[in-house]
């Protein structure tokens, strides 16, 4: 079987969420500095999320704005995950990097309130259920003061993956481990096999802890001390010693020294995802066209049509039909401002 996974880094990290909110600027500001986006492209919605009024969306990316009475909410920016991914379609195209971003956001006064950082290890450094069991017998020096561990299976007697929780989803940090080959198969239905030996550590900050980071990345233009001045620093697995009550003074267990090692040697990685229809129209030139020309091609040699019939055959998703619908609407609003 091929594995979607061959052609894959073996250790990989991306930004996989972000929340940042500034008090010294507002949204055009934020819009024409921070995100380096026009005006024009963003729609305003009277609903916001976390007491916010409302909110300007363009690609997933919102700057929530603050109601009229309690202005010093500030705004906020709120990516996701695949936000952020929607995001580096456009660091792309504007030179940037994540690192250039982040300096921004620093440089106007925001501060972070959230920032996940997804660490993909498909050489599979750690096997999670022999974690989990190192936990139980207490084989770990932790700052955590909480764990949980969930190796779930269906009724079928299928496996379906561990995952582990380390400390409280409210506190500065928060880390979650888990097979993400068997995530994946979930969604999709192919086996978890099709995507090889596949684990993801998700380092999830708040508050003080994630701006401190942020500075850290601008300052070194690196994320490689995510791995022994973060990860490290709250949890080392170590080789219980009979000699020695103090698990402090135990030795590093040897795939946890290992997967540290080869966190100190990682680098950002961005993976841009079309998500508007304006983005996906520039990935079907860019990637899907000479495909479309070639069964073109084949249609007009045979007198056939069916390029046309599969098109006009596919139905869409009702989120498919709101992408179309978003586009459509800015549009409308480019041409009216340009009139104007």
């Keep these: 079987m091929i594995k979607i996974a061959d052609c894959k880094k073996e250790l990989d990290a991306v930004i996989d969420w972000v929340q940042v909110t500034f008090k010294k600027i507002d949204y055009l500001e934020i819009m024409e500095h921070i995100l380096q986006f026009d005006k024009a492209l963003m729609t305003y919605e009277g609903r916001g999320r976390f007491r916010y009024a409302g909110k300007w969306v363009f690609g997933g990316i919102e700057i929530l704005v603050p109601p009229s009475d309690y202005p010093d909410m500030g705004f906020h920016i709120y990516?996701?995950?695949?936000?952020c991914r929607s995001f580096e379609i456009y660091l792309r195209a504007q030179k940037r990097t994540w690192f250039d971003f982040f300096k921004n956001c620093l440089s106007y006064g925001g501060k972070f309130t959230r920032?996940?950082?997804?660490?993909?290890?498909?050489?599979?450094?750690?096997?999670?259920n022999t974690v989990a069991k190192k936990m139980k017998k207490?084989?770990?020096?932790?700052?955590?003061?909480?764990?949980?561990?969930?190796d779930s299976g269906t009724t079928t007697g299928k496996k379906a993956g561990c995952t582990i929780n380390l400390g409280s989803r409210q506190s500065l940090c928060f880390m979650v481990f888990y097979e993400k080959n068997y995530e994946q198969s979930q969604k999709?239905?192919?086996?978890?096999?099709?995507?090889?030996?596949?684990?993801?550590?998700?380092?999830?900050?708040?508050?003080?802890m994630a701006t401190n980071c942020v500075s850290e990345m601008v300052k070194r233009q690196s994320i490689c001390f995510i791995g022994l001045e973060i990860i490290n620093y709250y949890l080392r697995l170590v080789v219980k010693n009979k000699t020695d009550e103090n698990r402090s003074r135990?030795?590093?267990?040897?795939?946890?020294?290992?997967?540290?090692?080869?966190?100190?040697?990682?680098?950002?990685?961005?993976r841009p995802a079309p998500r508007t229809l304006e983005q996906k129209m520039h990935w079907v030139k860019t990637y899907v066209a000479p495909t479309l020309k070639m069964i073109q091609i084949r249609d007009d040699n045979l007198g056939e049509e069916f390029l046309k019939h599969i098109i006009e055959d596919t139905p869409l998703k009702?989120?498919?039909?709101?992408?179309?619908?978003?586009?459509?609407f800015s549009r409308k609003q480019i041409q009216e401002h340009q009139s104007i």
């Design 79 to 83: 990516m996701t995950g695949s936000a």
């Design 115 to 128: 920032l996940d950082i997804a660490i993909d290890d498909r050489k599979s450094y750690l096997k999670l």
């Design 138 to 150: 207490n084989e770990c020096v932790s700052k955590f003061e909480n764990w949980t561990a969930l």
């Design 188 to 208: 999709t239905g192919l086996p978890p096999e099709a995507y090889g030996a596949w684990n993801r550590y998700e380092v999830r900050l708040r508050k003080e």
């Design 250 to 270: 135990w030795n590093t267990w040897k795939p946890w020294a290992q997967l540290m090692e080869g966190i100190g040697q990682l680098k950002l990685s961005m």
């Design 318 to 328: 009702e989120n498919q039909k709101k992408i179309v619908e978003d586009y459509l």
